[in-house]
């Protein structure tokens, strides 16, 4: 098999590609043939030693895969060769063959496409959780959704919408904008050209949004917190922007606010149940046609690097994927 490995913490350039020896399934494990990986942000700090998740050297980088089951290991009996599959490993997703363990590994809805299946694990899981676990958005509430043109920001709207909720997108293009607005965006806010807080404020009528979900941190952090709703919740999703923001906790005392954290893939590890039942509910809004993942760059294997750096560099939005 053919494998990204990273020997050293630094940027994509230091990746490089290796042949290992193809995997073999364990017990309660399963080996699948790799037709598409996701590529998410944290894979870009991963391999700088910038994330909360510490791989040790040399390692694979890339958490989410779809493609076709190959081996089962025993005690593996709701997936069989041969069986199209979506499968969370944490890292190694970067390969023509990965091993998972069976609790990870899910069947693909029938006709759904390996690059689809492989675009929504992380980014709707962290959304789903998000919006609808932590922040308790209801229908008729209005939630902001900072960094929306990404993955999980793309995400995040089309699950509000699915709920019923208002949805508000800031990006940093126009071009971004008309993105969010194609997947259910009801407002928009570019933050490079108009000033945050006063445009929120504008389009809420001076209350502020019940929800803001931020997976961006930095400067735009604490003006979108100084306009949130009296009783607002404040969704702490992720630092793309780099700088993790120091917040006057006054501000959450005074709106009777909440700071909320989001990690996701703990919540999957904790509470593994309820990530499935979140899983079940968003593949039946796909099968509805009230989500569906998009994908604005596909990469061979051997261009990975590229692909972390297009991610890194804010070339792309919602998903890209890596197809070995």
């Known amino acids: ?10 940027p ?17 494990e399963v080996v699948i043939d790799v037709k598409a990986a996701g590529v998410n942000f944290p894979d870009v700090l991963i391999i700088q030693n910038k994330y909360q998740f510490k791989p040790e050297l040399p390692f694979t980088p890339g958490s989410e895969v779809a493609g076709v089951v190959r081996a089962v290991g025993d005690g593996v009996a709701h997936v069989k060769a041969g069986d199209h599959v ?10 023509s063959q990965v091993k998972a363990p069976a609790k990870a590994v899910m069947p693909m809805p029938p006709g759904m496409a390996f690059d689809t299946a492989a675009a929504f694990t992380l980014t709707y899981g962290t959304s789903h959780h998000a919006v609808v676990d932590r922040g308790q958005l209801k229908a008729g509430e209005t939630m902001l959704v900072l ?16 709920i ?10 126009d071009e971004k904008l008309a993105v969010c607005q194609a997947h259910g965006a009801g407002a928009l806010i570019n933050y490079a050209t108009e000033d945050l807080r006063e445009r929120i404020k504008t389009l809420t009528d001076g209350k502020g949004p019940d929800v803001i979900y931020d997976p961006v941190g930095g400067i735009y952090a604490e003006p979108a917190f100084r306009s ?18 120091k917040m006057p906790l006054n501000l959450a005392l005074l709106k009777g606010a909440s700071l909320v954290g989001v ?12 990530n ?4 079940m509910q968003m593949l039946g809004w796909m099968q509805e046609g009230k989500i569906r993942p998009h994908i604005s760059a596909r990469y061979p294997l051997e261009q990975t690097a590229q692909a972390l750096l297009d991610m890194a560099a804010r070339k792309v939005t919602g998903k890209v994927v890596i197809q070995p």
């Not at 098999?1 to 630094?10: H, I």
């Not at 999703?237 to 780099?242: D, E, L």
């Open 1 to 10: 098999m053919k494998a990204v490995v990273c020997k050293c913490w630094g």
């Open 12 to 28: 994509p350039e230091s990746l490089v590609i290796e042949t290992l020896p193809d995997p073999a399934p364990g017990a309660g």
């Open 86 to 95: 979506i499968a969370f490993l944490g890292q190694g997703a970067f390969a």
């Open 147 to 162: 960094g929306a043109a990404g993955g999980v920001g793309l995400a995040a709207i089309e699950i509000g919408k699915a």
């Open 164 to 173: 019923g909720a208002r949805v508000i997108a800031a990006a940093s293009s």
């Open 228 to 245: 949130i709703a009296w009783r607002g919740r404040y969704l702490v999703v992720g630092f793309a922007n780099g700088e993790i923001p």
């Open 263 to 274: 990690f996701w893939g703990e919540f999957a590890r904790r509470e593994p149940k309820a």
């Open 276 to 279: 499935l039942a979140n899983m």
